[in-house]
């Protein structure tokens, strides 16, 4: 089968490697859909995700697929299921599994992280670790669970009530999935702060009542002048040491700050204790996704909670790798691309290679993104029909 493995800090290639053994409480899984996550693009720079890396490692835990192999024991699963994936197997008999704080499991199995994931075109997982698609959604939709049930258990962990308002800093993908589940959670207003024209007009689609431009924009002047005040929750999705100070001086008395987007291991932030005694702040975090699968699961299912505008971009396994450095160059999440199986006029890598910081990654050949879209923020990359 095709993998893209990661070997170490930037140097991730799609070679051959032997479909997965599948053992007696697996299931085997022919690959439809898998997210790139940040935590995949921090790994490939030489950083720990959520968990440390060991290479050679196939990368990929928002996957979702086909199962085309049953172990003995399984039964609640068959040949031809629709399904996702938790990627955090925990063991349930550990100090912490057993305080049901499984996410911090002693004896993790990370799905894609510690051991080999979905961006591949065949997985081996455990069945306890499977859901079963509704009908009606696609792959890519529950590829997205996962991310979705991360936000969940950080949304849980907001205090939001039916009174709140919730200002969210940074509008990719994760930006965007906060803003609506804080409106499912009973938010009174939702605001975002995002540089990105067409992030904050998605924003605004999906029921932002205000999207400013903190580059162009004073902050607390136009929070002031909309009435967005007093803002009880902040939730930092970029992942900056800048917005993560900003979270802090823009909360309001009492507020909770959600410190969501995820750092490099090494990034500190100043922050004032004075502020945070006199404006009596709540500063937390969120880990993974502890128990909020099903529920990550259903948000993610049509006509269900969250909309999904934003898993649109896909790549053919073949070219994952150059989807790395895309998301590396400059603008993040905002240059998204898709790819497609026509046969309609390809760029070369070319256009890519003209951007920054992609000339010293290794890029492989094959044609590349057919069209620039407007405004995504997720990547995910497809396979083509299941062989049973
Ligand atoms: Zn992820
Ligand atoms: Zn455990």
Redesign the pocket.
């Known amino acids: 089968m095709k993998s893209a493995v990661f070997f170490g800090k930037h140097d991730l290639r799609v070679v051959d490697s032997p479909v997965p053994h599948v053992a007696a409480d697996e299931v085997l899984i022919h690959v439809m859909a898998c997210g790139v996550c940040g935590t995949d693009v921090h790994i490939f720079q030489g950083d720990e995700g959520a968990a440390k890396t060991t290479p050679p490692t196939i990368l990929g835990h928002e996957f979702s697929g086909v199962v085309t192999r049953v172990g003995e024991q399984v039964t609640e699963f068959k040949v031809g299921d629709r399904v996702c994936v938790d990627p955090n197997d925990?063991?349930?008999?550990?100090?912490?599994?057993?305080g049901g704080q499984?996410h911090?499991?002693?004896?993790?199995v990370g799905i894609g992280t510690t051991v080999n994931g979905g961006f591949a075109q065949y997985v081996a997982v455990r069945a306890k670790q499977v859901y079963r698609l509704a009908g009606g959604t696609t792959f890519a939709q529950g590829a997205m669970s996962e991310p979705v049930a991360c936000c969940l258990h950080g949304i849980d962990l907001c205090r939001i009530v039916p009174s709140s308002r919730v200002l969210v800093i940074g509008g990719g993908m994760i930006g965007l999935i906060m803003l609506q589940l804080a409106k499912l959670a009973g938010a009174h207003q939702v605001a975002l702060l995002e540089p990105v024209e067409q992030k904050r007009a998605m924003a605004q689609q999906l029921g932002a009542d205000l999207c400013i431009d903190p580059l162009h924009e004073n902050v607390p002047e136009r929070l002031r002048q909309e009435g967005f005040f007093p803002i009880s929750t902040v939730i930092e999705c970029a992942g900056l040491p800048g917005t993560m100070a900003q979270a802090v001086e823009l909360a309001s008395n009492k507020a909770t700050v959600m410190l969501f987007g995820l750092t490099k291991p090494d990034d500190t932030f100043p922050l004032k204790p004075f502020t945070v005694f006199q404006k009596e702040l709540t500063i937390t975090a969120s880990f993974i996704n502890p128990y909020t699968m099903q529920r990550g699961w259903t948000s993610s299912t049509p006509g269900k909670s969250t909309s999904h505008p934003w898993c649109a971009t896909q790549y053919r396994w073949t070219t994952l790798p150059t989807c790395y450095p895309t998301r590396l160059c400059g603008r993040g999440a905002s240059i998204w691309w898709t790819r497609t199986y026509s046969r309609r006029r390809p760029h070369r890598t070319s256009k890519i290679s003209r951007m920054k910081g992609v000339s010293q990654l290794r890029r492989l050949p094959g044609d590349f993104f057919v069209r620039r879209a407007h405004a995504a923020v997720k990547t995910a990359y497809t396979d083509t029909a299941p062989v049973a």
């Open positions: 925990m063991c349930g008999h550990c100090y912490y599994c057993r499984g911090f499991c002693q004896n993790m």
